[in-house]
């Protein structure tokens, strides 16, 4: 079974750092392209980053220049640096990635992880 798997997040001070990981568990044909959302309850999920299979990057607008998304094809998986934390940075962040998966009918799916916890006290 194809999933995701999130590491990284917690509690951090106002200005602070942290870094989340995201890795594809199981066997994949590609991926199309990965990356981060976050959710406060009760509202819409809003775009961190993502990166294609190119490299091409989005952020959102709220994050640029304080975040980074890398990935690493080889390994699967998908990176948030994130820098100069700020308390309206606290959500639960889910990593997103669209794979595509089977032979010889092959299937694009969209996936996402459990979701973690970042906290940014002031």
């Known amino acids: 079974q194809v999933q995701l798997v999130e590491s990284g997040g917690g509690l951090v001070q106002a200005g602070g750092s942290l870094r989340l990981s995201c890795a594809v568990s199981?066997?994949?044909?590609?991926?199309?392209?990965m990356g981060w959302y976050r959710q406060a309850p009760g509202k819409q999920r809003e775009l961190v980053a993502s990166i294609s299979n190119g490299g091409s990057t989005k952020y959102g607008d709220s994050v640029k220049g304080r975040f980074t998304i890398s990935r690493d094809n080889a390994k699967k998986t998908v990176s948030l640096q994130m820098n100069s934390l700020k308390p309206e940075d606290t959500f639960a962040y889910y990593c997103h990635g669209a794979v595509v998966v089977g032979a010889p009918n092959m299937d694009l799916r969209e996936l996402w992880g459990q979701g973690t916890l970042v906290t940014v006290s002031s």
């Open positions: 199981g066997s994949i044909n590609e991926i199309v392209s």
